[in-house]
């Protein structure tokens, strides 16, 4: 285990690595995403203060994500055995409930609910990352981003839902 000052846009991992590690984020944003074979990066999580990021569990398995810093960050670095496993178990725990409550809301509901709960999961980070990767984050395109936050905004102002 071991802090690491990671500086904004610094990648910690790689798609295609072996023998990753768990990320903890003490300060700072992190992200995971994935590129298609077109260039177009797909937002998987974003990991801020508190939180923690990682792929794959095996070291023998190749990543399918690259995470990097959004921001200046100190994050510890754990190697997959967790040293404290009820604070780390826990934290992953959070994480993966997190990701089964997107994914499910990706297969099956609106753009307006998704832009909602991400509001209400990363109440934080909307004023942080470019809204092109909130978009790629809820799977819709920043134009139609931008249609969801006119219509919750005339929502909000005439208090239709």
């Not at 590129?35 to 070291?59: Q, R, V």
């Not at 991400?118 to 931008?146: C, H, K, N, W």
Request: aromatic share 8%; net charge negative.
């Amino acid at each position: 285990m071991k802090e690491l000052d990671i500086s904004k846009g610094q990648v910690l991992q790689r798609s295609g690595d072996l023998n990753t590690s768990i990320f903890v984020v003490k300060s700072g944003l992190l992200r995971s995403y994935t590129i298609d074979e077109k260039g177009k990066e797909h937002i998987f999580m974003f990991a801020p203060e508190g939180w923690i990021i990682a792929d794959s569990l095996a070291a023998d398995i190749p990543a399918d994500l690259f995470i990097d810093a959004l921001e200046d960050s100190v994050v510890i670095q754990k190697e997959k055995v967790f040293e404290d496993h009820t604070h780390d178990t826990t934290k992953l725990l959070n994480s993966l409930g997190v990701l089964q409550k997107r994914i499910i809301m990706l297969i099956s509901t609106p753009a307006l609910d998704r832009y909602e709960n991400f509001i209400e999961t990363y109440p934080d980070i909307v004023q942080r990352v470019p809204q092109g990767m909130v978009a790629s984050f809820l799977g819709i395109t920043p134009e139609a981003l931008s249609s969801v936050k006119r219509k919750r905004q005339f929502m909000k102002r005439t208090g239709e839902r």
